[in-house]
């Protein structure tokens, strides 16, 4: 096992990055994914726990993938068969274990406290997978997929439509804010649906620095009016109930993305979705499935800014 870097570095929340780590770790990303044999040996004898406790697609698939091609290994551990789950262990000391036997430790969490105490206590460096409150390693992923696609992201706007007290959103106004692109969240007046209070002053915090502009508005048009990046996620996140579908869809049915609120953005607009998404419901078929949409290209960069995440915060580059 490699001698750790002398000050760690972890991946909790992307707001804890600052804007030339971020960028530095996108450009790594475009690298990879250009010249991923360059860096086929780059984690060889280095192992990744990955933690779940939440379920996944994209994120275990593309987590062990990555470590894979860059020649490490990668271990699933399912936290409900944990020691952890059953109270019968703490996180410190599941954190103090882990620490000594692997090299990297990624974990999907419920509970954001969770992954913080993981990184206060591992001394192996720690990802944020995605807990209830942020999910910095998609975010990280939509920056890349932007920049692929506009070239930068200064002066350049991302409209976010529908529910919008989700990691998805509090993830993409810390990220927007770092790096000086404007963002408008677009969803209904009541508490329930707006990000996070304490998240949006930080975030209007870090983009008075950044000459970003953040705002909130329950009017979709205005929201995407000269948008470069039109972006919506799942109204029916993993912890709401099954019961509340209905009242939510209803509640949120004014800001499905489809083509006419597509129409109000720029002409070369993109259109993101982090999925697993529903056709018909946050956005229409039309849209994902049209000319402006790269949600699989968004996808796709999931394997490469992790691939760029491992290597940085493993030191390995």
């Known amino acids: 096992m490699k001698a750790r870097p002398k000050k760690k570095l972890d991946l909790v929340a992307l707001a804890d990055w600052s804007a030339p780590l971020i960028e530095r770790v996108v450009e790594l990303g475009l690298e990879v994914k250009a010249h991923p044999d360059c860096y086929r040996d780059a984690m060889a004898r280095r192992t990744l726990i990955m933690i779940f406790e939440k379920p996944s697609l994209r994120t275990r698939v593309s987590f062990e993938t990555g470590a894979t091609q860059l020649g490490g290994h990668a271990i699933y551990y399912d936290m409900s068969t944990s020691p952890l789950a059953a109270g019968k262990e703490s996180i410190a000391d599941m954190a103090a274990t882990l620490s000594r036997y692997v090299d990297v430790i990624m974990a999907r969490l419920f509970e954001h406290a969770a992954i913080v105490e993981l990184a206060r206590r591992a001394t192996a460096p720690v990802i944020n997978g995605l807990t209830n409150h942020a999910h910095p390693t998609q975010a990280l992923a939509d920056l890349m997929t932007i920049r692929e696609k506009k070239g ?44 996070d209070p304490a998240v949006l002053r930080q975030a209007e915090r870090l983009a008075a620095r950044s000459g970003a502009k953040i705002a909130v508005t329950d009017d979709p048009a ?21 019961e509340q579908r209905e009242a939510r869809l209803k509640a949120l049915a004014p800001y499905q993305v489809n083509a006419a609120l597509m129409r109000r953005a720029k002409r070369d607009a993109i259109f993101m979705n982090c999925l697993p998404a529903q056709r018909g419901v946050e956005q229409t078929a039309e849209v994902i499935d049209g000319p402006q949409s790269v949600v699989f290209d968004q996808a796709e960069n999931r394997l490469h800014v992790h691939k760029a995440i491992l290597l940085t915060v493993l030191d390995l580059v």
Do not use: Q
């Not at 529908?162 to 804010?177: E, I, K, V, Y």
């Not at 009016?225 to 109204?235: C, L, M, R």
């Open 152 to 195: 930068g992201w200064k002066g350049r706007k991302l409209a976010y439509l529908g529910d919008s007290r989700n990691n998805m959103t509090h993830s993409l106004l810390s990220g927007c804010a770092r790096v000086g692109m404007h963002m408008t969240v677009g969803c209904p007046s009541r508490a329930e649906f707006r990000p």
């Open 222 to 242: 205005a929201a995407v009016k000269g948008a470069d990046v039109v972006y919506t996620d799942s109204w029916m996140s993993y912890h709401i109930p099954a």
